[in-house]
T-cell receptor
Framework: EADIYQTPRYLVIGTGKKITLECSQT?????MYWYQQDPGMELHLIHY???????EKGDLSSESTVSRIRTEHFPLTLESARPSHTSQYLC????????????FGPGTRLTVT | DAKTTQPNSMESNEEEPVHLPCNHS???????IHWYRQLPSQGPEYVIH???SNVNNRMASLAIAEDRKSSTLILHRATLRDAAVYYC????????FGAGTTVTVRA
């Protein structure tokens, strides 16, 4: 069983602020993902990484950026938050050597006022 | 990337089986078929996956057509806890989710 941690779980912040959503996993998984999901809507892949120093953009264009300096850590940053960024952000990872059984974190619900 | 097609919604009665279809006519020979589900207010969770043969686990069964252009997730006895959005996705490393099928279970 993999442990995926996301902090904060809830964040309310004003327009123009810089924010970083944290995601970490303790199982040494090489593949990590960020998804964005509005309530009742489809899950959209916005970033993914196959390992350290590897980052790719997903299917949905996003103004956020990510980094992968350590295997266990995959933070997402918004340089200047806007109300359109209000959404839930879900982080996930897949075990090394596998490409199934993706494990999801609890998510961060972001509200930009 | 290979794509999948699922019905938007399905309804079932409690204790009855649920058959969730998925079409993937452009599947390649090495694509695995994955199923995930997302319960209300939670992140998706893995259900089952397969390549060519039918698969069973404690949560569900996966029936794969001989030509692999379609598959069916089978929940043998639906419970209220099975009400969720079910996603059928093909193995690519991006693991992109579509709209899925919203399953409603009536008591």
């Amino acid at each position: 069983e993999a442990d995926i941690y996301q902090t904060p779980r809830y964040l309310v912040i004003g327009t123009g602020k810089k924010i970083t959503l944290e995601c970490s996993q303790t199982m040494g998984h090489d593949k990590m993902y960020w998804y964005q999901q509005d309530p009742g809507m489809e899950l959209h892949l916005i970033h993914y990484s196959y390992g350290v120093n590897s980052t790719e953009k997903g299917d949905l264009s996003s103004e956020s950026t990510v980094s992968r300096i350590r295997t266990e850590h995959f933070p997402l940053t918004l340089e200047s938050a806007r109300p359109s960024h209000t959404s839930q952000y879900l982080c996930a990872s897949i075990p090394t050597g596998a490409f199934y059984e993706q494990y999801f974190g609890p998510g961060t619900r972001l509200t930009v006022t | 990337d290979a794509k999948t097609t699922q019905p938007n919604s399905m309804e079932s009665n409690e204790e009855e089986p649920v058959h969730l279809p998925c079409n993937h006519s452009t599947i390649s020979g090495t694509d695995y078929i994955h199923w995930y589900r997302q319960l209300p207010s939670q992140g998706p969770e893995y259900v089952i996956h397969g390549l060519t043969s039918n698969v069973n686990n404690r949560m569900a069964s996966l029936a794969i057509a001989e030509d692999r252009k379609s598959s069916t997730l089978i929940l043998h006895r639906a419970t209220l806890r099975d009400a969720a959005v079910y996603y059928c996705i093909l193995n690519d490393y991006k693991l992109s989710f579509g709209a899925g099928t919203t399953v409603t279970v009536r008591a």
